[in-house]
DNA sequence: GCTTCCGACTGGACCACACGCTTGC
DNA sequence: GGGCAAGCGTGTGGTCCAGTCGGAA
């Protein structure tokens, strides 16, 4: 990655595709992402001005710049003089938008229509933001944070609004909302109550269209190669993120854990000022409810994190910290832009057995259905592989007899 | 409650060979 | 130190199969 199109290697990069990790300029951007139903899907953002390495997260108003977290919280940070600076999150899309959808997505947006229109321009009308419709609205939604007096963070939403955050694959959650303004320094990001929900599941703490699609394990990349370093002992907090474990968590690596049991109920809290919110009676809720909804097999991941004291928990597995620990850590900026949806809990739980047994039938279905993708290092390879002859599946020699032609699959012989 | 059976599910192995990488000159 | 050739090891996808697990009898 670079300021180079990964791609043509010639055009300066614009966006960040996710799921490619791969930065693209816009032209590439278009032909890669208009090649299949798939690659349409791939979820793509602008690319930070500032580093060229990571998706942007913000856009800064003032300074006319996208920013990834890091460099938002670089020049953002409560210490310096663009603190105030007001910064408009970054939309995700996906599908082959044209300069004109994107300009739609992206107010600050403008580019030569020429380097953006391409083949696929007819195929606008499949084109998604984020990929689920349900989830993002096209609408432009003016969420606004700010801190009140308790130094907690308060989000107002205009309308309807899909407030739902996501874990993206590169240290960067993925703001799937509209717009949303930033008015507090970024420095505080830190000190916001921060939640991951998912409103539109109803349920609290479990994402249960997001298990998979946005919480993204696959990308997030939690390096889960140390086992027992995070399940088999009593893991300590910080050990966990001095050793690495901050970035396998947060966002530079990927979370290779048996994926099916690696369901985000996550909540992530973190206040730097007064006392700290206790941890809200539904985030344990969370992880009984998403017990309940998976069955037998499925474990929660069930995060909690605060600054000054955080706690860690892996499917009952806890770990203390100081705080400190966690400044760092990737997810200390975290911000949900949303209502916190861990709504007050009845004693029966927040929803009706009917609501609940439809989720648990669709949360089932879409398991069923999930493909876990697999990244490929050699896409040479891949495109060699992709039209070899097999037999039962496996590799012929160059002019053998073959029962599977992947070129022409009814064929065979 | 215990045992047995069966279906569903999971993960690893297998294949050929182009290509990336290392080594030696 | 740079360039080149030779050789080795890796990775790729569809299928099969052994092992595991859970539910039913």
């Known amino acids: 990655m670079g300021y180079i199109c990964d791609f043509c290697g010639e055009q300066p990069s614009v966006v960040y595709c996710q799921s490619d990790a791969a930065c693209l300029c816009l032209s590439c951007d278009q032909s890669v992402h208009s090649a299949n139903a798939l690659s349409k899907r791939h979820s793509r953002t602008l690319l930070c001005e500032r580093c060229n390495l990571q998706p942007a997260f913000v856009r800064c108003a003032e300074e006319g710049v996208s920013l990834c977290q890091?460099?938002?919280?670089?020049?953002?940070?409560?210490?310096?003089?663009?603190?105030?600076?007001?910064?408009?999150?970054?939309?995700?899309?996906?599908?082959?938008?044209?300069?004109?959808?994107?300009?739609?997505?992206?107010?600050?947006?403008?580019?030569?229509?020429?380097?953006?229109?391409?083949?696929?321009?007819?195929?606008l009308g499949?084109?998604?933001?984020?990929?689920?419709?349900?989830?993002t609205s096209w609408c432009r939604i003016e969420n606004t944070i700010s801190q009140n007096d308790t130094g907690l963070a308060e989000v107002n939403h205009d309308h309807n609004v899909d407030s739902r955050s996501t874990w993206g694959g590169s240290s960067i959650m993925q703001l799937g909302s509209a717009p949303q303004f930033l008015d507090q320094p970024a420095g505080t990001t830190d000190t916001l109550l921060t939640k991951l929900s998912c409103p539109q599941t109803k349920y609290p703490g479990v994402c249960e269209d997001d298990l998979y699609d946005d919480f993204n394990m696959d990308?997030?990349?939690?390096?889960?190669?140390?086992?027992?370093?995070?399940?088999?002992?009593?893991?300590?907090h910080s050990e966990l993120f001095e050793n690495g474990g901050t970035d396998s968590l947060f966002g530079t690596k990927h979370m290779s854990a048996t994926d099916?049991?690696?369901?985000?109920?996550?909540?992530?809290?973190?206040?730097?000022?007064?006392?700290?919110?206790?941890?809200?009676?539904?985030?344990?809720?969370?992880?009984?409810i998403d017990s309940k909804l998976s069955s037998k097999t499925d474990s929660v991941l069930y995060f909690t994190a605060r600054q000054d004291h955080s706690s860690f928990s892996f499917?009952?597995?806890?770990?203390?910290?100081?705080?400190?620990?966690?400044?760092?850590?990737?997810?200390?900026?975290?911000?949900?832009?949303?209502?916190?949806?861990?709504?007050?809990?009845?004693?029966?739980?927040?929803f009706p057995s009917a609501t609940r047994s439809d989720a648990v039938m669709r949360y089932?279905?879409?398991?069923?259905?999930?493909?876990?993708?697999?990244?490929?290092?050699?896409?040479?390879?891949?495109?060699?592989?992709?039209?070899?002859?097999?037999?039962?599946?496996?590799?012929?020699?160059?002019g053998g007899a073959y029962d599977y032609d992947p070129l022409n699959p009814t064929r065979s012989c």
């Open 364 to 398: 089932k279905e879409k398991k069923k259905t999930r493909k876990f993708e697999k990244q490929v290092r050699y896409a040479s390879r891949k495109a060699r592989a992709d039209v070899r002859k097999r037999v039962k599946g496996r590799f012929v020699k160059a």
């Open 219 to 236: 990308e997030i990349d939690l390096n889960l190669e140390k086992y027992e370093e995070l399940f088999g002992v009593a893991l300590n």
């Open 70 to 123: 890091n460099c938002d919280l670089m020049g953002h940070g409560t210490s310096t003089s663009n603190s105030t600076h007001k910064r408009q999150t970054v939309n995700t899309y996906s599908g082959c938008p044209s300069s004109a959808e994107l300009s739609s997505i992206w107010s600050f947006f403008s580019q030569s229509p020429s380097a953006v229109e391409s083949t696929c321009e007819q195929e």
């Open 315 to 350: 499917s009952g597995f806890t770990g203390e910290s100081s705080r400190g620990d966690y400044q760092d850590c990737g997810a200390s900026s975290m911000l949900l832009m949303g209502e916190p949806s861990w709504c007050p809990l009845s004693a029966e739980g927040p």
């Open 260 to 288: 099916s049991n690696c369901q985000g109920a996550m909540v992530a809290e973190g206040s730097s000022r007064g006392p700290l919110n206790a941890i809200q009676p539904a985030c344990s809720n969370a992880a009984s």
């Open 126 to 135: 499949q084109m998604s933001i984020n990929e689920n419709m349900e989830r």
